[in-house]
């Protein structure tokens, strides 16, 4: 068995002496393991450095065993990433929900999105709110994918402004007035329609408790999961005022990128 793709490093652990256990995020072979022999030498470590980009080839007798990585670096972002708590927090959490999904399960439209946040990883400005949107993503692709097309109520597109906590539904403005403190608040960079010129750090927040909600009821606790370290030192980064930005706004084009 022999394949060829590329991937992003999530993570390496020592294996014996001398080689490590790689784990990628593949385009077309999803999450995915192999031994690197010699991967702890040091022309390897550096490579083999969470957030980079590699060309791998895979090989193994039978596609059932854990195989053999051949590896090229092609993206060397791991330096850029080390003196970026944002950058830091959010490859843990990026790690931490592509481990949530099937080894060997490909999902290409989360390699594309992990592809776009590794280029904005450490940018205050549209890091946080492509995350949110990845989280979103990973959602969807375990099945508990948000609607937020359309009310539930009134099946309109127009002042969605509100998300069902039951249904992750969106409910429109007039719909949902009379039951607005039973409702979260549906942030403007997640709304369909119109693009807005600046996206606030109350919005990324209130972005990050709506994933939030729904990956603690449908994913980490029927998992016995805690919601991972990184993702609260992320929120809570966030919260501090350390981004987005230093005067608390994300570019729109979080949106067009995510």
């Known amino acids: 068995m022999e394949w060829q793709d590329e991937g992003i490093v999530l993570g390496a652990r020592r294996h014996g002496e001398a080689n490590v256990i790689l784990e990628l995020m593949t385009a077309a072979h999803g999450r995915h393991l192999g031994l690197v022999r010699g991967g702890r030498s040091p022309r390897l470590q550096p490579v083999l450095q969470p957030g980079n980009g590699v060309c791998v080839v895979w090989r193994a007798r039978i596609e059932e065993h854990l195989g ?17 708590p944002l950058a830091l927090h959010g490859l843990g959490t990026l790690t931490a929900l592509l481990r949530l999904m099937p080894e060997r399960d490909p999902h290409p439209g ?12 450490d940018d205050p400005a549209v890091a946080p709110a492509l995350i949110v949107r990845f989280e979103l ?19 309109g597109t127009q002042e ?48 990050f408790r709506l994933t939030g909600l729904f990956l603690s009821r449908h994913v980490y606790e029927p998992r016995g999961l805690a919601e991972p370290d990184a993702r609260r030192r992320l929120v809570e ?22």
Do not use: N, W
Not at 138 to 155: H, I, K, P, Q, R
Not at 187 to 197: A, K, T
Not at 245 to 252: A, D, L
């Open 237 to 258: 980064l966030v919260a501090r005022g350390g981004a987005p930005g230093q005067g608390g706004s994300v570019r729109s084009d979080a949106r067009r990128e995510a």
């Open 160 to 207: 969605l402004v509100y998300v069902s906590p039951k249904s992750g539904r969106a409910v429109s403005r007039a719909a949902g007035e009379p039951y607005r403190d039973r409702l979260l608040p549906l942030p403007s960079f997640l709304r369909q329609g119109g693009l807005v010129d600046t996206i606030g750090a109350d919005d990324v927040l209130a972005g």
């Open 137 to 155: 993503a990973v959602l969807a692709e375990l099945g508990f994918g948000l609607d937020l097309s359309c009310c539930a109520a009134t099946g």
């Open 110 to 121: 989360l390699y594309e999105a992990l592809s776009v946040l590794m280029e904005h990883l």
């Open 68 to 84: 053999h990585y051949a590896v090229e670096a092609t993206a060397m972002r791991a330096a850029r990433f080390i003196d970026s």
